[in-house]
C-alpha cells in the first residue's frame, strides 16, 4: 500500500519571533518558524513542540519517514531502520490494512526494550485500523529498530509500520 501526499495531514507553519511562539502547540498539526534563530518546530501528538533543525546558516537536521510492509508470513524480528546519535524517534503509525487472524501480537523498539516505541497493547492486530503511538525517543548512538511479532499463527494479515524521525546534522 502506497499513500499519496494527500493523504498525510497538512501542517500551519506559522511565523515569528522565537519569543512570540506559544508555550504548547494549539493543535497536532501546528508547526512554527522561528525567523529570528532559522529554528523550525513541529507538534507532535502530546502537544509538545519537537524541534526539527538545529538553525543557524539553514542547516537543516531534516526529516525522513521510514515504511515497512508486513504480513503474516513477515519474520519475527524485522529491522525498519539503524539510527544514528541524537536521532529522535516523535511518531510510530500502525495501519492494519488485513486484519490477522489466529494468535499474534506485535510491537515496536529494539533490542533490550523491544517494546520502547509501540508495545502490543497499543495496537490491535485483529482490527483493521491506524494505531499511533508519539514516543519523542531520542537515540545516543546506533541501534536497529525493529518490528517485533510474537506467538504467530496467523495465516492471514497485512498492514504497514510508518516511523517519523527527525536527524541531527
Known amino acids: 500500500m502506497s499513500l499519496a501526499f494527500s493523504d498525510f495531514p497538512k501542517i500551519i507553519i506559522r511565523v515569528g ?15 512554527w518558524w522561528d525567523n529570528e534563530n ?10 509538545n513542540w519537537i524541534l526539527i533543525n538545529s538553525g543557524g546558516g539553514g542547516e537543516s537536521s531534516g526529516l525522513a519517514m521510514y515504511v515497512l510492509d508486513f504480513d503474516f508470513s513477515t519474520l519475527a524480528v524485522t529491522p525498519i ?26 510491537h515496536v ?11 502490543s497493547s497499543q495496537n490491535d492486530p485483529f482490527a483493521a485500523s491506524e494505531y499511533r503511538t508519539s514516543p519523542d525517543y531520542t537515540y545516543a548512538g546506533i541501534s536497529v529498530v525493529n518490528l ?5 499463527t496467523a495465516t492471514v494479515g497485512a498492514g504497514t509500520i510508518y516511523l517519523m524521525t527527525t536527524l541531527a546534522v
Open 109 to 119: 523498539g529494539e533490542s533490550g526494550n523491544t517494546s520502547r516505541l509501540m508495545s
Open 81 to 106: 531502520l539503524t539510527t544514528v546519535a541524537d536521532q529522535t524517534i516523535f511518531d510510530v503509525r500502525m495501519n492494519i490494512t488485513t486484519p490477522f487472524d489466529n494468535t499474534i501480537s506485535m
Open 38 to 47: 532559522s529554528l523550525l518546530y513541529i507538534a507532535n501528538e502530546a502537544l
Open 17 to 31: 519571533k522565537e519569543s512570540d511562539r506559544p508555550a504548547r502547540p494549539p493543535s497536532r498539526h501546528a508547526g
Open 148 to 152: 517485533y511479532i510474537d506467538s504467530n
